[in-house]
């Protein structure tokens, strides 16, 4: 019994106390301590914070006498977490940055603030985006996906993190997702006019499948080289230098038909010389021949007669007694 009697009586003195710290606060401590905020938010965010925190929370504890002051409170708490944001990404604090913006957005639902939750809408995305590309130059390419993801979740049409997910999964070395988000570069960016990703996206494609052609020729991988070649076109399908290595290598695999329509389509984006025009002809007419079809080759054999190609296919043209 005794036990007992200490402890109410020790919970008896909490409530005394509390009700003393409140009963000591009154309407003029919510309205300094919301004006401290209003004035000085700008200058000093954090102070501003904490003022207005501590202006609502006596507010809350006036009731009825609190209220008018508890709503202003209220409509100013998203606008200092959003000044607090860009203090902090002035100080270059992303993450501090992010955390606040989250809270101004949260506390903009809360309290009805359209304004700023509009503000934040607009400027997380592009956060996220510095926040992956930071993750990405400390080669932490996980947690750079991971904060691109959110960009593009929020913004869907912002196309800057959908390429830097293309060169944080090349990094990771899964090709699927690459080509993946590169491909979505191209769509949104050509959807949004955005011609500068748009232009970054196929060079990159590009490059590194060729890249991976050149690997495979070294080995001599002739069926790899075709295959990196065309994924390298879906990214510049008027490269001509791509569709002659493609006629070349797909002669090296007896491909004839292949050989063929590639060839051909060299020949309609070729913009040397009449030599170079010669190889592929030569080329065709060579696959022509395979196939048996000696009417095609003798016409693209003729147009092959020309410099370092003539001796060969005036000797063709001669063998095959084309008219």
């Given at each position: 019994?005794?036990?007992?009697?200490?402890?109410?009586?020790?919970?008896?003195?909490?409530?005394?106390?509390?009700?003393?710290?409140?009963?000591?606060?009154?309407?003029?401590?919510?309205?300094?301590?919301?004006?401290?905020?209003?004035?000085?938010?700008?200058?000093?965010?954090?102070?501003?914070?904490?003022?207005?925190?501590?202006?609502?929370?006596?507010?809350?504890?006036?009731?009825?006498?609190?209220?008018?002051?508890?709503?202003?409170?209220?409509?100013?708490?998203?606008?200092?977490?959003?000044?607090?944001?860009?203090?902090?990404?002035?100080?270059?604090?992303?993450?501090?940055?992010?955390?606040?913006?989250?809270?101004?957005?949260?506390?903009?639902?809360?309290?009805?603030?359209?304004?700023?939750?509009?503000?934040?809408?607009?400027?997380?995305?592009?956060?996220?985006?510095?926040?992956?590309?930071?993750?990405?130059?400390?080669?932490?390419?996980?947690?750079?996906?991971?904060?691109y993801g959110k960009a593009i979740k929020l913004d869907p049409n912002f196309i800057d993190p959908y390429l830097g997910t293309a060169l944080a999964y090349e990094e990771l070395k899964n090709e699927?997702?690459?080509?993946?988000?590169?491909?979505?570069?191209?769509?949104?960016?050509?959807?949004?006019?955005?011609?500068?990703?748009?232009?970054?996206?196929?060079?990159?494609g590009k490059a590194y499948f060729l890249k991976k052609a050149d690997e495979a020729r070294n080995a001599n991988k002739l069926n790899d080289v075709v295959e990196f070649l065309d994924m390298a076109?879906?990214?510049?399908?008027?490269?001509?230098?791509?569709?002659?290595?493609?006629?070349?290598?797909?002669?090296?695999?007896?491909?004839?038909?292949?050989?063929?329509?590639?060839?051909?389509?060299?020949?309609?984006?070729?913009?040397?010389?009449?030599?170079?025009?010669?190889?592929?002809?030569?080329?065709?007419?060579?696959?022509?021949?395979?196939?048996?079809?000696?009417?095609?080759?003798?016409?693209?054999?003729?147009?092959?007669?020309?410099?370092?190609?003539?001796?060969?296919?005036?000797?063709?043209?001669?063998?095959?007694?084309?008219?």
């Amino acid at each position: 019994m005794r036990v007992k009697t200490v402890k109410q009586l020790f919970l008896m003195g909490i409530f005394v106390l509390g009700t003393m710290l409140v009963s000591g606060q009154n309407i003029n401590d919510a309205i300094q301590g919301y004006n401290n905020a209003a004035t000085n938010y700008k200058q000093d965010p954090e102070k501003a914070l904490q003022d207005i925190q501590s202006a609502l929370q006596i507010a809350e504890q006036l009731g009825e006498e609190g209220a008018e002051i508890k709503q202003k409170c209220e409509e100013l708490i998203p606008t200092i977490y959003f000044q607090l944001a860009m203090a902090k990404y002035k100080a270059k604090d992303l993450q501090a940055t992010l955390d606040n913006l989250e809270k101004a957005e949260e506390t903009a639902i809360k309290y009805n603030d359209g304004v700023t939750k509009t503000r934040v809408e607009k400027t997380l995305p592009r956060l996220y985006n510095t926040m992956g590309n930071t993750r990405f130059r400390e080669n932490k390419f996980d947690e750079a996906i991971a904060n691109y993801g959110k960009a593009i979740k929020l913004d869907p049409n912002f196309i800057d993190p959908y390429l830097g997910t293309a060169l944080a999964y090349e990094e990771l070395k899964n090709e699927g997702k690459m080509v993946e988000y590169l491909n979505l570069t191209i769509d949104f960016g050509s959807k949004n006019n955005d011609t500068t990703n748009v232009e970054k996206a196929k060079t990159k494609g590009k490059a590194y499948f060729l890249k991976k052609a050149d690997e495979a020729r070294n080995a001599n991988k002739l069926n790899d080289v075709v295959e990196f070649l065309d994924m390298a076109l879906k990214f510049d399908g008027d490269d001509y230098d791509i569709y002659r290595s493609m006629t070349i290598n797909y002669s090296k695999l007896e491909r004839w038909n292949d050989a063929i329509e590639y060839g051909n389509k060299a020949l309609q984006l070729v913009k040397g010389t009449a030599e170079d025009k010669a190889e592929l002809y030569f080329l065709i007419a060579t696959a022509y021949h395979k196939l048996g079809n000696i009417s095609e080759a003798c016409e693209a054999y003729k147009n092959a007669a020309f410099g370092t190609f003539k001796p060969n296919a005036d000797y063709q043209i001669q063998q095959l007694k084309c008219q």
